[in-house]
């Protein structure tokens, strides 16, 4: 079955870090976004990706090519005009009706995807969560989807919609992003998934809901922090370096030298880079970067930037040099 994953933004709420590397990219324990992704998307049988590529779209396809042997189809959206658009632009890609597992590049999860593929019907990711009222959430008959609603302001379901969605028959879905695009129906200037699925809804199609278990987001600094916490509990590895103190979890690649310094915990440094005089905690290190005389936490450093001196919370982007006291 193919997967569609959509990664052509230009991931603005991680700047400093997406100035140089795209947001999928970004290395959250000890493997970039979309190699979480990826991984889970083969074990469940997608044998095929089509990834919609626009902002520093070379670099996706460079890596995706490098790292795996699936078939990959790059779609290039050169204009970033929403969700619904982007997949719009793969039409061409797909059989007539044929099934389809739609991701957004930014999701990493934890959910029994070989049984949502199987599903009958289409059905949406969801995830329960406190405060619906950031989200888009699905409103059920305690089986299928009666309406989406955005951001709601009364508590109408808890069931917030994760950037995961599965269409049994993907040709309604094609059709009414058509519909939307041909009749300029946009919102807060972007042609929605969102929309297009409600009209769905509307027009008689059954969706169900599936849970996902695991939801982790990536998309700002503290999402992508926290992430890479979770996913290092997850995969708890022990190594160890001479003279250096390491609190698990801990991801530290291979080629990294790490010298007088305690790391962790929830702490990710990636190859090649050097870690000399430094305490370390609830941070990522980029590759090939060089930290010394520090103390870091709650931080993220890009590749091939050097930190040296003793501030203590900072986000600085790749190649970026930095020397205080
Ligand atoms: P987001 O809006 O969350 O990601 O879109 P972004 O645009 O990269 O990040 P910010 O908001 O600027 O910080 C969710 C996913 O959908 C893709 C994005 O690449 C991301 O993986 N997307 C969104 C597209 O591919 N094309 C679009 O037109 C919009």
């Given at each position: 079955m193919k997967a569609i994953i959509p990664v052509?933004?230009?991931?603005?709420?991680?700047?400093p870090h997406t100035f140089s590397q795209p947001k999928v990219l970004l290395n959250v324990a000890g493997k970039p976004i979309i190699g979480h992704i990826m991984d889970k998307l083969i074990a469940a049988g997608i044998d095929e990706a089509i990834v919609i590529v626009g902002y520093l779209g070379n670099m996706v396809e460079d890596w995706l090519?490098?790292?795996?042997?699936?078939?990959?189809t790059f779609v290039h959206q050169p204009d970033l005009l929403g969700?619904?658009?982007?997949i719009w632009m793969c039409r061409q890609n797909i059989i007539e009706n044929e099934p389809l597992f739609i991701i957004l590049g930014d999701t990493i999860f934890d959910v029994d995807l070989e049984s949502v593929l199987k599903s009958p019907f289409s059905t949406l990711g969801v995830k329960e969560v406190d405060d619906p009222r950031r989200?888009?959430?699905?409103?059920?008959?305690?089986?299928?989807i009666l309406r989406l609603v955005e951001k709601p302001d009364t508590p109408v379901s808890n069931l917030a919609i994760v950037g995961l969605y599965f269409f049994r028959q993907s040709g309604s879905l094609f059709a009414t992003i058509d519909h939307l695009i041909h009749n300029n129906i946009k919102t807060k200037g972007e042609?929605?998934?969102?929309d297009a699925?409600?009209?769905?809804?509307?027009?008689?199609?059954?969706?169900?809901?599936?849970?996902?278990?695991?939801?982790?987001d990536c998309g700002k600094p503290d999402t992508l922090l926290s992430t890479n916490k979770t996913l290092l509990?997850?995969?708890?590895?022990?190594?160890?370096?001479?003279?250096?103190?390491?609190v698990d979890p801990v991801f530290i690649a291979d080629n990294a030298s790490i010298k007088n310094?305690?790391?962790g915990p929830n702490t990710t440094i990636g190859e090649g880079s050097r870690i000399t005089d430094a305490i370390i905690r609830d941070s990522i290190i980029g590759s090939e970067a060089r930290v010394v005389h520090i103390m870091l936490h709650h931080s993220i450093i890009g590749s091939s930037a050097i930190i040296a001196g003793n501030p203590h919370e900072i986000s600085v982007g790749d190649y970026s040099e930095i020397q205080v006291g």
């Amino acid at each position: 079955m193919k997967a569609i994953i959509p990664v052509a933004g230009v991931g603005t709420r991680l700047r400093p870090h997406t100035f140089s590397q795209p947001k999928v990219l970004l290395n959250v324990a000890g493997k970039p976004i979309i190699g979480h992704i990826m991984d889970k998307l083969i074990a469940a049988g997608i044998d095929e990706a089509i990834v919609i590529v626009g902002y520093l779209g070379n670099m996706v396809e460079d890596w995706l090519l490098k790292h795996y042997s699936i078939k990959f189809t790059f779609v290039h959206q050169p204009d970033l005009l929403g969700l619904a658009h982007a997949i719009w632009m793969c039409r061409q890609n797909i059989i007539e009706n044929e099934p389809l597992f739609i991701i957004l590049g930014d999701t990493i999860f934890d959910v029994d995807l070989e049984s949502v593929l199987k599903s009958p019907f289409s059905t949406l990711g969801v995830k329960e969560v406190d405060d619906p009222r950031r989200f888009g959430v699905a409103v059920t008959d305690g089986k299928k989807i009666l309406r989406l609603v955005e951001k709601p302001d009364t508590p109408v379901s808890n069931l917030a919609i994760v950037g995961l969605y599965f269409f049994r028959q993907s040709g309604s879905l094609f059709a009414t992003i058509d519909h939307l695009i041909h009749n300029n129906i946009k919102t807060k200037g972007e042609y929605q998934l969102t929309d297009a699925l409600q009209l769905m809804i509307e027009a008689g199609e059954t969706f169900t809901t599936f849970a996902v278990s695991g939801w982790y987001d990536c998309g700002k600094p503290d999402t992508l922090l926290s992430t890479n916490k979770t996913l290092l509990e997850k995969n708890i590895t022990t190594k160890e370096y001479p003279g250096c103190i390491i609190v698990d979890p801990v991801f530290i690649a291979d080629n990294a030298s790490i010298k007088n310094a305690i790391i962790g915990p929830n702490t990710t440094i990636g190859e090649g880079s050097r870690i000399t005089d430094a305490i370390i905690r609830d941070s990522i290190i980029g590759s090939e970067a060089r930290v010394v005389h520090i103390m870091l936490h709650h931080s993220i450093i890009g590749s091939s930037a050097i930190i040296a001196g003793n501030p203590h919370e900072i986000s600085v982007g790749d190649y970026s040099e930095i020397q205080v006291g």
